[in-house]
C-alpha cells in the first residue's frame, strides 16, 4: 500500500543534541512539506520541498535543517540551535505544489529532556 | 496579514447535527481544506471546496462562500468515532496551506 512512513513515532533528546526525523513515501508525490504541531495552534511550515534536490524554508525554519537527496526521502534534522523543540511534527507529500491535498504521516513526537 | 478562525471546543449529541465555522482571510483563494485528526494521530483528509456551495460526502458535508470569506463543516448522525479535531486551511495564491488551529469536537452519548 503507498503511504508515508515517519520514524521514530517517539523521540527523546537530551538539550544541545541533534535529532534526524525520517519521512518516506512512495506515492511518487513530487511535493513533501515538514510541519510542527504544538497545542492550541495551527499547523506550521517548517520547510517544503517541490522538486529533487530543492527545498526552501516555511515559515519556522530556524534551528532546523532538510535535504532531499531523493523524490522518496525528506528527513528533518532538529539541531541544537531550535529553542524550544519539543513538539509534535508532520510529514506531509502531495502529487504537486497546486495539486490535491495533502497526505501526512503518522507524526513523530520529540521530547527534550 | 493572513489568518483562520474556527471556535477552540464543541460539544454536541451521539446522533445529532453540528457546524464547524471557519472564517478565512489569504492573500489570494485557491481553495478551502477541512481535515480530521484524533488525539495523537495524523490529520486525515475529509474535503475541499474552490467553488461557492455545498458539497456533500456521506454524513460529512461542507459549504464554502468565497464572498464571506466563510465555510463550514457539517457532521450529521453523530458517532462516537467522530470525536476529534477538525482542521481548517485556506490555500492562497502561492499554494500555501494557512491553519486554523483546529476545533476540538466533544460527543457525548
Known amino acids: 500500500d503507498g503511504g508515508i512512513t515517519q520514524s521514530p513515532k517517539y523521540l527523546f533528546r537530551k538539550e544541545g543534541q541533534n535529532v534526524t526525523l525520517s519521512c518516506e513515501q512512495n506515492l511518487n508525490h513530487d511535493a513533501m512539506y515538514w510541519y510542527r504541531q504544538d497545542p492550541g495552534q495551527g499547523l506550521r511550515l517548517i520547510y517544503y520541498?517541490?522538486?529533487?534536490?530543492?527545498?526552501q524554508k516555511g515559515d519556522i525554519a530556524e534551528g532546523y535543517s532538510v535535504s532531499r537527496e531523493k523524490k522518496e526521502s525528506f528527513p528533518l534534522t532538529v539541531t541544537s540551535a531550535q529553542k524550544n523543540p519539543t513538539a509534535f511534527y508532520l510529514c506531509?507529500?502531495?502529487?504537486?505544489?497546486?495539486?490535491?491535498?495533502?497526505?501526512f504521516g503518522e507524526g513523530s513526537r520529540l521530547t527534550v529532556l | 496579514g493572513q489568518n483562520i478562525d474556527q471556535p477552540t471546543e464543541m460539544t454536541a449529541t451521539e446522533g445529532a447535527i453540528v457546524q464547524i465555522n471557519c472564517t478565512y482571510q489569504t492573500s489570494g483563494f485557491n481553495g478551502l481544506f477541512w481535515y480530521q485528526q484524533h488525539a495523537g494521530e495524523a490529520p486525515t483528509f475529509l474535503s475541499y471546496n474552490v467553488l461557492d456551495g455545498l458539497e456533500e460526502k456521506g454524513r460529512f458535508s461542507s459549504f464554502l462562500s468565497r464572498s464571506k470569506g466563510y465555510s463550514y463543516l457539517l457532521l450529521k448522525e453523530l458517532q462516537m468515532k467522530d470525536s476529534a479535531s477538525y482542521l481548517c486551511a485556506a490555500m492562497d495564491s502561492n499554494y500555501q496551506l494557512i491553519w486554523g488551529a483546529g476545533t476540538k469536537l466533544i460527543i457525548k452519548p
Open positions: 506531509a507529500s502531495k502529487p504537486g505544489e497546486d495539486t490535491g491535498e495533502l497526505f
Open positions: 520541498s517541490q522538486i529533487v534536490n530543492d527545498f
